[in-house]
């Protein structure tokens, strides 16, 4: 079992950084690969970026690639997005998740491949 929480949200203005950051409980967290989506009002989640569970693979949306950042410590427990140059369509909540894997490289981007969820944390971004 892993519980993720996530933190580093806020209300920030369009061209400002925000870091969000998710820890995770237990000692598996270097077995699982790392994700973060999010859901604005009205839409549905989407994928946002991904790392794989040694940290040297990484994908992301094109809707944020050159912009945002994925990374993980695993001796921390923790995996971090790094967000630059927010849209206002950007808003929404930011959820971290994760997806038990034996394969170093893996890089999940569908949500039904992750097996725990956080509860979210809010970005809004003013134009």
């Known amino acids: 079992q892993v519980q993720l929480i996530e933190s580093g949200g806020g209300l920030v203005q369009a061209g400002d950084s925000l870091r969000l950051s998710c820890a995770a409980s237990?000692?598996?967290?270097?077995?699982?690969?790392m994700g973060w989506f999010r859901q604005a009002p009205g839409k549905e989640r989407e994928f946002v970026a991904t790392?794989?569970?040694?940290?040297?693979?990484?994908y992301y949306a094109d809707s944020v690639k050159g912009r945002f950042t994925i990374s993980r410590d695993n001796a921390k427990n923790t995996v971090y997005l790094q967000m630059n140059s927010l849209k206002p369509e950007d808003t929404a909540v930011y959820y971290c998740?994760?997806?038990?894997?034996?394969?170093?490289?893996?890089?999940?981007?569908?949500?039904?491949?992750?097996?725990?969820w956080g509860q979210g944390t809010q970005v809004t971004v003013s134009s």
């Open positions: 998740a994760a997806s038990l894997t034996y394969l170093r490289d893996y890089v999940p981007r569908d949500q039904y491949q992750y097996n725990y």
């Open positions: 790392i794989s569970r040694s940290g040297g693979s990484t």
């Open positions: 237990g000692r598996t967290f270097s077995s699982h690969a």
